[in-house]
């Protein structure tokens, strides 16, 4: 079962001789144009900009979800948590396929 968000919610019974049970599975068979899948866009950031992809359904594409990094801060926080929290941050903003 698919839900799509937005007004007027809509749930869409999928019946498929093809159920993958990971995302990488789900995204290789796209790939090979076996049918449709349901990821997030990060997941399919690359393969959408080599033209592996195309994004459809455009209209009934969920919300983004917020990313969060949580710590602790303060004299506690440790050179290291600081640091991944800082590389993690930088990462997160750089990477065009969040959001």
Known sequence: MWRFGGPGRVSV???SPLQ????DSAIAAATAGWGLARVLSYQIGPAVAAGDLEIILTDHEEPPMPVHVVHHEGRRASATVRG???LAVARLRAN???G
């Open 13 to 15: 019974a999928i019946d």
């Open 20 to 23: 993958c049970h990971t995302i």
């Open 84 to 86: 991944f929290v800082d």
């Open 96 to 98: 065009p396929d969040i």
